[in-house]
């Protein structure tokens, strides 16, 4: 294989992830409309919809393996195409828990209907913010950004912390919104290793930039 096309194919590589994390940031808009609506029809297309991920992730594994295969890349390309390939796999298990977070709002729906905890809204929507930012980051790779997705660690673990407690509290004074607090708990698990999966992929792109591999 010539550098030429080694180039190309690396460059495609990269479409084919972004495209990916295109798919993920639609998943995640329509997991939160079917939470803020309790819509499960939303919920249960985001369920059927998640098997596309795992054949993407799968594909984009195989070209990573076989684009180093053909031609031993120098450091920095190595590192771009590890960085695709880990943070596929993180984008993959993202799309896993939004999936989940669906069936936690179907089970909602059956429920008597309680307020969703402010927390818990403040937790998605940061959550979702730092998805759309770890992706536009492997495009522009800004290290000063970067910074920002992986410093907003300590925020979203001090909301799960506050959430935990509000909701023991809850089911301790309202023993009949026991099944809705739990579910609501559940959801905030995976909307919290959501965040985490975000700011490994933030890792992975300062590595990929800098040759900086960081603890995951």
């Not at 390309?77 to 984008?91: H, L, S």
């Not at 910074?147 to 001090?158: G, H, L, N, S, T």
């Amino acid at each position: 294989m010539t550098r030429i096309n080694f180039i190309y194919e690396l460059e495609q590589l990269n479409k084919h992830f972004i495209v990916l994390g295109r798919l993920l940031e639609q998943s995640f808009d329509m997991t939160v409309k079917a939470a803020d609506l309790l819509d499960k029809d939303v919920a249960r297309e985001v369920i059927e919809k998640d098997d596309q991920f795992d054949e993407m992730e799968r594909r984009i594994t195989a070209d990573c393996i076989q684009l180093i295969v053909k031609q031993q890349p120098i450091a920095k390309d190595v590192r771009n195409v590890v960085t695709v390939m880990r943070a596929g796999k993180e984008i993959e298990k993202m799309a896993d828990h939004c999936e989940s977070i669906c069936r936690y709002i179907i089970m909602l729906c059956e429920e008597k209907v309680i307020e969703t905890p402010e927390t818990l809204q403040k937790m998605i929507d940061l959550t979702k913010k730092m998805v759309l930012d770890v992706i536009e980051n492997f495009i522009t790779k800004d290290m000063q950004e970067n910074k920002k997705i992986i410093e907003q660690d300590e925020v979203i673990e001090e909301y799960f912390s506050t959430l935990r407690s509000e909701l023991v509290e809850r089911m301790q004074k309202h023993p009949e919104e026991i099944a809705q607090s739990v579910d609501y708990l559940m959801i905030a698990r995976s909307v919290n290793r959501m965040a985490a999966h975000a700011i490994n992929i933030a890792k992975w792109i300062k590595y990929m930039v800098t040759g900086e591999l960081a603890s995951h």
